[in-house]
């Protein structure tokens, strides 16, 4: 969710330049799908920001740049450092706190992203009846905002999930899958009030953690049934946002663990493969992506290309953990202890 209306401008023509070019080249990388011009973009805001260190709008658009370019933690300092302007869009800047803690994958993290998605819902609808007459689009841009941070919370509750012992992950995946079903019913509902590049965006999120759900679900109970929704969730949300390379990893991933339950999983992990394949196109840098890259290699035997994979992951860190690194060398390294490396790259 971008930045909505004016947030200053720079008495520094330089940053002002700056900062117009690197709109321009995000604006190119999102058409494109492009992790390079991405990272131009950042540079370019950050340029901007050196100038001007007081020029919140592009502070504004670092945050969004890293974020975009997965660099969480940069995305969050720099979105962090403008809760105290006023003239920062504050609905915007929350969602955009939410999405980066969240994409940092551990316990505090979602905590903080649900702290931030369910203060964003709370001022929302304070602001809905303490200005009950707002202007049109001003309604709009609060009703898109609301259903993105609900749509962003199914998302966080099915990952917490992961974290929880059996009797509490079925609670939080029931609430999870009953907030994303919600937004879809809103969405139809109200659809004339939400900005229809949000609607695009809300339909592929509810999608996606609907998929998610079953994913998890599917894996922990090692359920096929499970796993082929999934499979369809997905693909549903695919639908929507078809270069998504967030999605795209999920049906990927799934791929994969439906493999590990079959008598001939080869099929299955060829199509996981080749879409990861597709992911590593829209984002070469992927950790993830590497990571079960390292996995499927090591489940066919080649421990070779494993460790080029986990190697790969270690060296451009984004979302794995150093301990889910660990763990995945550690088996390798107990199925061909003469082969496997160091994380640190040691023969």
Do not use: C
Request: hydrophobic share 40%; charged share 30%; net charge negative.
């Amino acid at each position: 969710m971008g930045e909505h209306g004016s947030f200053g401008r720079s008495r520094e023509w330089r940053a002002n330049a700056r900062f117009s070019e690197g709109l321009k080249t995000l604006s190119e990388a999102r058409t494109v799908h492009s992790a390079e011009k991405t990272r131009a973009a950042l540079s370019l805001f950050q340029q901007a920001t050196a100038l001007d260190p007081t020029f919140g709008r592009a502070h504004f658009y670092v945050g969004i740049a890293s974020e975009l370019h997965g660099q969480h933690r940069h995305a969050i300092t720099a979105f962090e450092s403008l809760l105290q302007d006023k003239r920062a869009p504050r609905l915007e800047l929350l969602y955009n706190l939410a999405l980066s803690w969240f994409h940092l994958y551990d316990a505090e993290a979602y905590e903080k992203a649900l702290r931030y998605v369910d203060t964003l819902i709370r001022e929302s609808e304070q602001g809905e009846r303490t200005v009950p007459d707002a202007e049109d689009d001003d309604r709009k841009r609060t009703a898109s905002a609301v259903l993105l941070a609900k749509t962003l919370r199914a998302q966080v509750l099915s990952h917490r999930a992961i974290r929880e012992d059996d009797s509490t992950a079925e609670i939080t995946w029931r609430s999870a899958k009953a907030d994303a079903n919600a937004v879809l019913r809103d969405l139809e509902k109200h659809s004339v009030n939400v900005e229809p590049e949000i609607a695009e965006d809300v339909r592929w999120g509810a999608w996606n953690a609907l998929g998610h759900i079953d994913h998890m679900a599917g894996r922990r109970h090692k359920n096929l049934e499970l796993l082929t929704g999934a499979e369809a969730a997905f693909n549903r949300a695919l639908e929507f946002s078809p270069h998504n390379f967030r999605v795209l990893s999920n049906l990927a991933a799934n791929h994969y663990f439906i493999s590990e339950m079959q008598t001939d999983p080869q099929d299955r992990r060829r199509k996981s493969k080749e879409v990861f394949a597709e992911v590593l196109s829209l984002r070469p840098n992927y950790d993830y992506a590497h990571y079960r890259l390292a996995e499927i290699a090591l489940s066919e035997n080649k421990f070779d290309e494993a460790l080029e994979q986990l190697q790969f992951a270690k060296d451009h860190p984004s979302e794995m953990t150093p301990e889910n690194l660990e763990r995945l060398h550690a088996r390798i390294l107990s199925l061909r202890p003469n082969r496997a490396i160091r994380l640190g790259g040691d023969e």
